[in-house]
Nanobody, 125 residues
Framework: QVQLVESGGGSVQAGGSLTLSCAGS????????MAWFRQAPGKEREGVAA???????TYLDSVKGRFTISRDNAKNILYLQMNNLKPEDTAMYYC???????????????????WGQGTQVTVSS
């Protein structure tokens, strides 16, 4: 069975950095579209960053220049490097995988059929 497990969340001051990791099992990351989503209380889930099998990346406008998505294919680990964190980045972050290109776009949850449990990121001012 496919499993995704996030780690690396925590509390950080505004301007700080965190790196999230998503360890996968049951399949090879390189053959899937991978993405990070987040959801804050009272807000809609939003796609933060995505990485397709050919290495192309897609980012939420508000995180461009601050966040970087990458993966280690050999280790089957997806990363999200988050720099210059802002309080509005506070959310539960989820790792997701899609076996084929998501029909509504890389940052839309439709089409992502595997999800992790989430890791909390809290950014204080």
């Amino acid at each position: 069975q496919v499993q995704l497990v996030e780690s690396g969340g925590g509390s950080v001051q505004a301007g700080g950095s965190l790196t999230l990791s998503c360890a996968g099992s049951g399949y090879t990351y390189s053959s899937n579209c991978m993405a990070w989503f987040r959801q804050a209380p009272g807000k809609e889930r939003e796609g933060v960053a995505a990485l397709d099998p050919d290495g192309s990346t897609t980012y939420l406008d508000s995180v461009k220049g601050r966040f970087t998505i990458s993966r280690d294919n050999a280790k089957n680990i997806l990363y999200l490097q988050m720099n210059n964190l802002k309080p509005e980045d506070t959310a539960m972050y989820y790792c997701a995988a899609a076996q084929r290109a998501p029909p509504q776009g890389m940052l839309h949850p439709v089409g992502y059929n595997f999800w992790g449990q989430g890791t909390q990121v809290t950014v204080s001012s």
